[in-house]
């Protein structure tokens, strides 16, 4: 009993202790934002604004090019899906390439491969070389989608983890509505100039995101994996609030990594460049880590088969055959849906962390079913209406600014980071990029189909099937996805265990048997 006793006063003590350096209750430090914590996952997720103003540029630029050069609706559905497909390609080479030559100059090589891309595209005398500059680009964007929320999440607390790994879908919805803006404003140029111009602008950013990187640290948890132990100690220094959280940090990570290399991390770490992961992952995983590939690769899945990106980037030929025929007033409608989804885009940034990944992921997941549903029944009157009803017309972009909404508050932010924080440290870089590589080889299927099935089914049969797959969707997420809220990312691991290990002391809940 006194052994109990003192054993209780020691926790409690230690407790105080941490409360005085500013731990949470979970020992994961200060609640506050680190200043420079913040600014580091603002530039790092600054990449991903290339990927939304593709998208939305792009919504407005193919309407032009399909008329300037003369190409086929099938030509199109290449040209945008084209950029998806390819991107896979960066997302599947961007894991190794971190865990090479680290996260920091992974950023700098994603931006640089777009900036070649958008040159190509602005300046592209045919349907060819503007398809080779779309490829080009893909590949960037590839390597920007996996790199900005992993190296996010490497330096950021467990306290602002959601928040800060949710800014790169703040950033893609920035440039969403960016590129609606851009092509509600070049609209009126000669057919010749506006899509260079829409395109090519890109270039911008790219440049600004290349410089920039030069201000950020590399990820501590990287320097840790490659046993440079005391430059992940001066970063993680920066990046806490205090010398205490660093030190706790530092200690937390150094014990993983030593747990995922099966060593002491020291300087015999420097030759480690990610080897025997893709094996770990696909030809001999073990039963947590097949659970953590279930959970990455379905919620990237149904991101993309919930068709988002092809709503968006169709958009403007949905209207038309609802009766819309003006192009400043197509693109007008989807300025009207870029501000909606930068709109809850932010709450839920915002809010992620208060409320959890689940409550929000489902709660969006329910509302894109219904509200494809209802776009479904608006399209199909309208089709079926010789009159075109401004009413059902109105209906209708009320239900697209609610998908993509409720879109912007689940599925758009939490797919980023819980892809991001399940993996542990050696197999995070090359499993999130496995899990985007599928991300977007759905995206770039949808998006090369989306016309070619809504021909044979209409416009108003294909949201039926997109909202069926959101009901499959929301199943999916209930069952298999657990709650991540407030846990470090080595703490996420106990997450995914066998629930008969008790392993560290029972560290956290533990998942649902698959």
């Given at each position: 009993?006194?052994?109990?006793?003192?054993?209780?006063?020691?926790?409690?003590?230690?407790?105080?202790?941490?409360?005085?350096?500013g731990?949470?209750?979970?020992?994961?430090g200060?609640?506050?934002?680190?200043?420079?914590?913040?600014?580091?996952?603002?530039?790092?997720?600054?990449?991903?604004?290339?990927?939304?103003?593709?998208?939305?540029?792009?919504s407005?630029?193919?309407?032009?090019?399909?008329?300037?050069?003369?190409?086929?609706?099938?030509?199109?559905?290449?040209?945008?899906?084209?950029l998806?497909?390819?991107?896979?390609?960066?997302?599947?080479a961007?894991g190794?390439?971190?865990?090479?030559?680290?996260?920091?100059?992974?950023?700098?090589?994603?931006?640089?491969?777009?900036?070649?891309?958008?040159?190509?595209?602005?300046?592209?005398?045919?349907?060819s070389?503007l398809?080779?500059?779309?490829?080009v680009?893909?590949?960037g964007?590839?390597y920007?989608l996996?790199?900005?929320?992993?190296?996010?999440?490497?330096?950021?607390?467990?306290?602002?983890?959601?928040?800060?790994?949710s800014?790169p879908e703040?950033?893609?919805?920035?440039?969403?509505?960016?590129?609606?803006?851009?092509?509600?404003?070049?609209?009126?140029?000669?057919?010749?100039?506006?899509w260079?111009?829409?395109?090519?602008?890109?270039?911008?950013?790219?440049?600004?995101?290349?410089?920039?990187?030069?201000?950020?640290?590399e990820?501590?948890?990287?320097?840790?994996?490659?046993?440079?132990?005391?430059e992940?100690?001066?970063?993680?220094?920066k990046?806490?609030?205090?010398?205490q959280?660093a030190?706790?940090r530092?200690?937390?990570?150094?014990?993983?990594?030593?747990m995922?290399?099966?060593?002491?991390?020291?300087?015999?770490?420097?030759?480690?460049?990610?080897?025997?992961?893709?094996?770990?992952?696909?030809?001999?995983?073990?039963?947590?880590?097949?659970?953590?590939?279930?959970?990455?690769?379905g919620?990237?899945?149904f991101?993309?088969?919930?068709?988002?990106?092809?709503v968006?980037?169709?958009?403007?030929?949905?209207?038309?055959?609802?009766?819309?025929?003006?192009?400043?007033?197509?693109?007008?409608?989807?300025?009207?849906?870029?501000?909606?989804?930068?709109?809850?885009?932010?709450?839920?940034?915002?809010?992620?962390?208060?409320?959890?990944?689940?409550?929000?992921?489902?709660l969006?997941?329910i509302?894109?079913?219904v509200?494809?549903?209802?776009?479904g029944?608006?399209s199909?009157?309208?089709e079926?209406?010789?009159t075109?009803?401004?009413?059902?017309?109105?209906?209708?972009?009320?239900?697209?600014?609610?998908?993509?909404?409720?879109?912007?508050?689940?599925?758009?932010?939490?797919?980023w980071?819980?892809?991001?924080?399940?993996?542990?440290?050696?197999?995070?870089?090359?499993g999130?990029?496995?899990?985007?590589?599928?991300?977007?080889?759905?995206s770039?299927?949808v998006?090369?189909t989306?016309?070619?099935?809504?021909?044979?089914?209409?416009?108003?049969?294909?949201?039926f099937?997109?909202?069926?797959?959101?009901v499959a969707?929301?199943?999916?997420?209930y069952?298999?996805?657990?709650?991540?809220?407030?846990?470090?990312l080595?703490?996420?691991w106990?997450?995914?265990?066998?629930?008969?290990?008790?392993?560290?002391?029972?560290?956290?809940?533990?998942?649902?048997?698959?």
């Amino acid at each position: 009993m006194a052994a109990e006793e003192a054993q209780m006063d020691a926790k409690e003590m230690e407790s105080q202790q941490q409360t005085a350096a500013g731990y949470d209750d979970f020992g994961h430090g200060s609640t506050g934002l680190n200043k420079y914590t913040f600014f580091c996952a603002l530039l790092a997720s600054t990449n991903s604004i290339l990927l939304g103003y593709d998208i939305g540029v792009m919504s407005g630029a193919a309407l032009f090019i399909k008329e300037n050069l003369k190409i086929t609706s099938v030509q199109v559905e290449i040209l945008v899906g084209s950029l998806n497909v390819l991107s896979l390609i960066g997302s599947l080479a961007s894991g190794k390439t971190s865990d090479y030559i680290g996260r920091r100059y992974t950023i700098v090589l994603a931006a640089a491969t777009f900036l070649v891309g958008a040159l190509l595209m602005g300046f592209a005398p045919s349907f060819s070389l503007l398809l080779v500059g779309r490829i080009v680009a893909g590949i960037g964007v590839g390597y920007s989608l996996m790199i900005s929320p992993v190296y996010t999440a490497e330096i950021s607390p467990a306290m602002k983890r959601g928040f800060l790994t949710s800014l790169p879908e703040v950033f893609i919805v920035s440039g969403i509505l960016l590129g609606y803006i851009v092509n509600y404003s070049l609209s009126g140029l000669p057919q010749n100039i506006n899509w260079r111009l829409m395109l090519g602008f890109a270039a911008i950013p790219a440049v600004a995101i290349g410089f920039g990187v030069t201000a950020m640290p590399e990820s501590p948890r990287w320097l840790v994996m490659k046993g440079r132990t005391d430059e992940a100690k001066r970063v993680l220094v920066k990046v806490s609030n205090s010398s205490q959280e660093a030190g706790f940090r530092l200690g937390e990570i150094t014990k993983a990594a030593a747990m995922d290399l099966g060593q002491a991390t020291s300087s015999s770490n420097s030759n480690w460049r990610g080897q025997g992961v893709w094996r770990e992952l696909l030809l001999s995983p073990t039963r947590p880590v097949r659970r953590i590939l279930v959970a990455a690769i379905g919620i990237n899945f149904f991101m993309q088969a919930s068709g988002n990106d092809a709503v968006i980037y169709y958009c403007p030929e949905v209207f038309k055959v609802a009766g819309i025929q003006n192009k400043r007033q197509l693109f007008g409608v989807n300025v009207i849906m870029g501000v909606a989804k930068a709109s809850f885009v932010l709450i839920s940034a915002l809010y992620l962390d208060r409320f959890g990944r689940r409550p929000l992921l489902l709660l969006g997941s329910i509302g894109m079913a219904v509200s494809l549903a209802v776009l479904g029944m608006g399209s199909k009157f309208l089709e079926h209406s010789e009159t075109k009803p401004l009413w059902a017309i109105i209906v209708c972009i009320v239900a697209v600014c609610a998908n993509v909404s409720f879109f912007s508050l689940g599925l758009g932010p939490i797919t980023w980071v819980y892809s991001s924080e399940i993996f542990p440290l050696r197999l995070r870089a090359q499993g999130t990029g496995l899990a985007i590589s599928v991300n977007r080889l759905v995206s770039g299927v949808v998006s090369m189909t989306f016309l070619t099935i809504s021909k044979k089914i209409t416009f108003g049969g294909m949201f039926f099937v997109l909202s069926g797959i959101m009901v499959a969707g929301t199943l999916f997420f209930y069952f298999f996805l657990p709650e991540t809220k407030n846990k470090s990312l080595e703490e996420v691991w106990a997450l995914f265990e066998d629930k008969d290990k008790n392993d560290d002391g029972g560290r956290g809940m533990q998942m649902r048997e698959m």
